[in-house]
């Protein structure tokens, strides 16, 4: 069919067009060329994540943390893949139940809350081992049999059920195996990076809607883990930061969050010399934690990059006779 102005103009644009979005038409209107010829700007390439491109940041300026750095970036980059195609949680939280958790130090999500998808799980585990044995950061033993966990039709499941449910503490303290006889000593290394971005969504979800000001624990009040970092608020108030989900929650400044020492004449404490990071070290349980003062900052902790950043204060640390 022809018709007068469409059709002509149609064929005017397949005929003219190739090749560019310029064409001039005669059979129309001055009106519709000029919109004819209207060019789409270049996109430019997108930027790296904040933490991404720190750490990249990071690798030109200390080149001795290149390793580490690579191996983050791996790590982040694929948690952040994971972590886009996880549904946010709806977690039905009842408050006097929430509160009663709190009072009994139960953090607040049960395995049956994480939005786990089994095969999306086992492929995250197996990357994960992966980049680890990638980076020499798991042996070849270990490797070989937590890669074999993950093919495995259903050895998985039941594994890390009782792996989180014990480690969580909901069912009272932590008095049973966390894993099964036999297993990998890197088993839980990797059971915890790859659960993170499926955990990472329930904390995600809750920290909007639970009030944690009664929470007065070390442990992780979403999902009972440690903490495995802190940051120094603007205040001077201290929040740890979960080493499984990333959750946050406040504690208190110089009481140490592994075994509640408040005596501050038993805490060594330490700072780098520019002042942005910090070790919290307790001389009760020899213990020690990694802070970023966040008082004179120029940005927000980002774990990702601190925990890279901070290294050296690892080896300072130990050196002293601390344990991580
Ligand atoms: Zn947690
Ligand atoms: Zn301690």
């Not at 492929?123 to 270990?142: E, G, H, K, S, V």
């Not at 404490?269 to 349980?285: E, K, L, M, N, P």
């Not at 970023?292 to 950043?309: E, F, K, L, Q, W």
Request: proline residues 7%; neutral net charge.
């Amino acid at each position: 069919m022809r018709t007068e102005g469409g059709g002509s103009a149609f064929a005017g644009v397949s005929i003219r067009s190739i090749g560019s979005r310029v064409y001039d038409c005669p059979t129309q209107g001055a009106g519709t060329v000029q919109s004819g010829v209207t060019e789409r700007p270049i996109r430019p390439p997108r930027a790296d994540p904040r933490d991404i491109a720190e750490l990249k940041h990071l690798k030109t300026s200390q080149p001795e943390l290149a390793a580490g750095v690579d191996m983050q970036l791996a790590l982040v980059e694929m948690q952040r893949r994971v972590q886009g195609r996880v549904p946010l949680p709806w977690i039905q939280i009842d408050a006097d139940w929430a509160a009663a958790q709190q009072r009994a130090a139960r953090p607040l999500v049960r395995f049956r809350d994480i939005p786990l998808e089994w095969s999306d799980f086992r492929l995250t585990f197996r990357q994960t081992a992966d980049i680890l044995q990638r980076f020499d950061a798991l042996d070849r033993p270990d490797y070989d049999a937590i890669v074999a966990m993950g093919r495995e039709g259903n050895t998985l499941e039941p594994v890390v059920t009782r792996w989180y449910d014990v480690s969580s503490g909901v069912d009272g303290p932590d008095t049973g195996a966390r894993v099964p006889p036999g297993a990998p000593v890197s088993l839980e290394h990797v059971l915890v990076l790859a659960l993170r971005p499926f955990l990472a969504r329930c904390a995600e979800a809750l920290s909007q809607r639970v009030d944690l000001s009664s929470w007065t624990h070390g442990h992780c009040p979403y999902c009972g883990w440690e903490a495995d970092f802190a940051v120094i608020m603007p205040s001077a108030d201290r929040r740890l930061i979960c080493g499984r989900c990333t959750g946050q929650w406040a504690f208190a400044p110089f009481t140490c969050p592994f075994c509640a020492n408040d005596d501050r004449a038993r805490v060594t404490s330490f700072a780098t010399r520019d002042g942005r990071y910090r070790v919290y070290a307790c001389d009760v349980c020899r213990r020690y934690l990694k802070a970023y003062d966040g008082r004179n900052a120029t940005r927000p902790v980002m774990v990702a990059v601190d925990s890279i950043a901070t290294l050296p204060l690892d080896a300072a640390a130990i050196q002293r006779g601390y344990v991580g």
